[in-house]
């Protein structure tokens, strides 16, 4: 019934608008001509008009062709074909029209032009056919585990060549030169003695943001409301998926394999995923959480739902279901971005039983759900409701390291943890002069980064289920430098490189749910892997050199990162300014 409705209340307005426009057409036309005719010339010069805009935006020649004809170089051009066709003559409203027309023509072959070119520039990331099965030799092998041995002078086996119900992509064989024979139809790739890893999984990123500090996060909330209605146009969503794919290749490009979206706006990430999938372009894996959920006036209610009761919590979750996202988002704490005053940042805002809410809906749907969670509080509560993962962090208290490892509510028994010690870092250590964030917003950047990297060493000493994570979008946390969060685990902890390693990939598929499909290199798992110079188990910097990509076994031979420009470096917070 309101489906109804509404198409009424659009065929009514619409009729309203193009009354009073023809009005309008019209008492132009009579001031100008004086008769009748004049009047009925001028509106069939205006549909004739309309109809000539579709000549004239065929890309890359629509802006010249328009222009030389407006200003007679063509003769009987479709400027005087029009007028003749309406028994007009020149006059100063037919020429203002088919200016204005001559306008937005142009504007939609600039449109045109721009998606042709970016078409074409992503031509090298698609899938070329017919694949080759391809044998990795002469290289090193860190197959992800926690306490494994280097394989060195290794062989890895792909098939890409598959029957008809067969993956391709997937790993045949690993091991050393000595224990496997490679068959004849393999193409050899000479890794030269560098060292392959699994690719890098980032589990709490944002596909809409690049890392750009920009001026947009210090708008209104009313501003940003108006820029999202713009974003949710046709052409608002076209230029977002843009953005969105570029990001996904950065990180791709940087060995990161796979990335967990925890809420990006108009299932635009569901969209991309899609695309991905359907072997539109070579990307990485994507697992969706499509829109987050909210409190109003709470943290990410400018691109996610808003939900303040248990009906509607319900709802938006099922919302999310129908769309074929991966995961739920709930953001059940405040955040640095969005706070008004100074500890405002993860105070909590959902209560117990909207989470414990959410948590049902989602495993019910059989989805696991994460939060953003940003206090000790919220954390207790987040836990008691049943989460499936913990984002952000903040110090953990005695009482909750049980309830991480036993939590009777979460979907597999155990909540995880994904620190994301690198989001609030450059805010945090940065001078506002530089970041040109409110003094609000670097206090409380301070505050949460000491939350998290308190939160992170007790998580690790406890062994509690660790993840990796990095906020990507966020100011200073971009998806080409993934591997600067393992530094930062490896220097607020006694980890080894091993271990950081594993918590960025085969630790992270298992918290994700898609340990079976990737996360190490073993037979059976997709070939999704990165490809650096030199040891990360004594030099872990090699992780930020990738020269290679394999991504379900296409290889990307040369891939290239398009940094940030004039993206300011910061070093991370001293331990001794914790206390």
């Keep these: 019934m309101s489906n109804n409705n509404s ?5 009514t307005s619409g009729g309203i608008i193009l009354f009073f426009f023809t009005v309008l057409v019209a008492l132009f036309a009579w001031i100008t001509y004086g008769t009748i005719e004049g009047v009925w010339g001028s509106l069939a010069y205006i549909i004739v008009g309309v109809l000539n805009i579709f000549p004239w935006i065929i890309p890359f020649a629509a802006i010249p062709l328009g222009v030389l004809d407006i200003l007679g170089f ?3 051009g479709m400027y005087s074909l029009t007028l003749n066709l309406a028994h007009l003559n020149h006059s100063w409203m037919p020429f203002l029209w088919y200016g204005v027309v001559s306008i937005i023509a142009s504007i939609i072959d600039i449109v045109f032009m721009l998606l042709i070119i970016s078409w074409l520039r992503g031509l090298k990331y698609r899938k070329k056919e017919p694949k080759t099965n391809i044998a990795l030799i002469n290289c090193n092998i860190i197959d992800g585990n926690r306490d494994s041995e280097v394989i060195n002078d290794g ?7 598959v029957e008809e119900n067969e993956t391709p992509g997937l790993i045949v064989s690993v091991g050393s030169k000595d224990a496997i024979e490679i068959p004849g139809d393999y193409k050899k790739i000479d890794l030269k003695d560098a060292y392959v890893l699994p690719g890098l999984i980032n589990a709490h990123c944002h596909l809409s943001g690049s890392g750009k500090p920009m001026k947009i996060m210090n708008l209104s909330d009313n501003i940003l409301s108006i820029l999202m209605k713009l974003f949710k146009t046709p052409l608002g969503k076209i230029l977002f998926i843009k953005m969105m794919k570029k990001n996904v290749l950065n990180a791709l490009n940087a060995g990161v394999t796979t990335l967990r979206s ?12 899609k695309k991905i999938e359907k072997g539109k372009f070579v990307g990485p894996r994507l697992i969706c959480a499509g829109q987050g959920i909210c409190i109003t006036g709470g943290h990410g209610a400018i691109m996610g739902y808003v939900a303040d009761s248990i009906p509607e919590i319900r709802k938006c979750i099922r919302k999310n279901l129908r769309k074929e996202v991966d995961c739920i988002k709930i953001l059940s704490t405040g955040g640095v971005m969005d706070a008004r005053k100074v500890g405002e940042a993860g105070r909590p805002q959902m209560t117990v039983e909207e989470i414990e809410t959410a948590c049902f809906e989602a495993h019910r749907g059989g989805l696991l759900i994460a939060t953003h969670c940003e206090s000790t509080e919220g954390i207790k509560e987040a836990l008691l409701g049943g989460v499936d993962t913990i984002e952000h962090g903040a110090e953990i208290t005695d009482e909750l390291v049980p309830l991480f490892k036993n939590n009777p509510k979460s979907l597999r028994g155990y909540t995880a943890l994904i620190p994301t010690v690198i989001a609030g870092m450059g805010m945090a250590t940065l001078p506002i002069k530089v970041t040109k964030i409110t003094q609000v917003k670097h206090e409380n950047a301070k505050l949460i980064e000491i939350g998290m990297i308190k939160g992170l060493q007790r998580a690790y000493k406890e062994g509690i289920k660790l993840g990796l994570g990095t906020d990507a979008s966020v100011p200073y946390s971009t998806h080409y430098e993934v591997w600067k969060e393992l530094k930062h685990y490896l ?4 980890m080894t490189p091993q271990d950081a390693i ?11 749910g898609i340990d079976e499909i990737t996360g190490t290199i073993e037979a ?3 070939a999704d892997l990165a490809v650096v110079p030199g040891n990360p188990l004594e030099n872990i ?3 930020g050199e990738v020269f290679k990509v394999i991504m379900q076994g296409n290889l990307i031979k040369n891939p290239k990162v398009k940094k940030i420009k004039k993206l300011r470096e910061f070093e991370p917070i001293e331990l001794n300014h914790l206390h």
Excluded: C, H, M
Aim: aromatic share 18%.
């Design 7 to 11: 198409f009424v209340n659009y065929v």
């Design 74 to 76: 063509f003769g009987q």
């Design 155 to 161: 062989v890895i086996l792909i098939k890409n060549i």
């Design 262 to 273: 925890l809420s990006d706006p108009f299932y635009l990430d569901v969209k991309l995923r």
């Design 491 to 494: 220097k607020y902890t006694d």
């Design 502 to 512: 594993y918590f960025a990939t085969k630790s992270n598929a298992e918290i994700i």
């Design 524 to 526: 059976g798992k997709s």
């Design 541 to 543: 910097d090699f992780l």
